[in-house]
């Protein structure tokens, strides 16, 4: 079975602060994609970042950066220096074969940035 | 690229009603696409997979009478929900995915869909 945990509810930070969303996950599958989406207050899910299992490289992209260390299996999101449209509910998502190809999210972590 | 287009993106209507939500990929080929459902504060819930030229598959628990799905071509599924009542109230969600593997998921920009 496939499942994804974030263990943060929510988390509310002073713009210009840093922060880390957490995101474990569970699977039997060798090969599976680990995902980012931000869900803004507008409702649109935002595609962010797609990691396949094999690919252990760190990335950084603007001020977003993200840990993927299979070893403890984690998938963490950190933004740097926060602004307040950094404000949104943020996914983690698991896709592998063990699911038939279908997404299992995470419960998600509202960020609420405060001017 | 990868663009996914829903609509229509608010519907408010008496109960009873049965209410059509389009899900159309605008710059690339989808045979599967996805209908979840969210509840506030809430994370998304499958509702079901649609395949191109064949029978959705419906994740347990879901009407497939109450909830119609129609994946009629590589670009477009529809969601309709039948005799539609307050307790259908909430914000639905497709998406479609590219072929190859691994392909992340696209999402529309949801539905709310308030019934009276």
């Known amino acids: 079975a496939q499942k994804v945990t974030q263990a943060q509810t929510e988390i509310s930070v002073v713009e210009k602060e840093d922060v880390t969303l957490d995101c474990v996950y569970e699977?039997?599958?060798?090969?599976?994609?680990l995902f980012w989406y931000k869900q803004p207050p507008s409702g649109e899910l935002v595609f962010l970042i797609r990691?396949?299992?094999?690919?252990?490289q760190n990335e950084i992209s603007g001020r977003y950066s993200w840990n993927f260390q299979k070893s403890t299996s984690s998938f963490n999101f950190t933004i740097t220096a926060s602004q307040v449209v950094d404000s949104a509910v943020y996914f983690c998502a698991l896709l592998g074969s063990s699911n038939d190809y279908k997404l299992s999210f995470g419960a998600g972590t509202t960020v609420t940035v405060r001017a | 690229g990868a663009v996914v287009s829903q609509h229509p993106s608010r519907v408010i209507c008496k109960s009873g009603t049965s209410v059509k939500i389009e899900c159309r990929s605008l710059?690339?080929?989808?045979?599967?696409m996805f209908w979840y459902r969210q509840f506030p504060k809430k994370s998304l819930m499958l509702m079901a997979t649609?395949?191109?030229?064949?029978?959705?598959?419906?994740e347990q628990g879901v009407e497939k009478d109450k909830f119609l799905i129609n994946h009629a071509s590589l670009t477009l599924s529809t969601l309709t929900v039948t005799s539609a009542h307050p307790e259908d109230s909430s914000f639905y969600i497709c998406?479609?995915?590219?072929?190859?593997?691994?392909?992340?998921?696209?999402f529309g920009d949801g539905t709310r869909l308030s019934i009276l």
């Open positions: 649609s395949n191109e030229g064949s029978k959705a598959t419906y």
């Open positions: 699977t039997r599958d060798t090969t599976y994609y």
């Open positions: 990691r396949n299992s094999f690919d252990e």
């Open positions: 998406s479609a995915r590219p072929t190859g593997d691994g392909q992340p998921q696209h």
């Open positions: 710059d690339f080929q989808a045979t599967t």
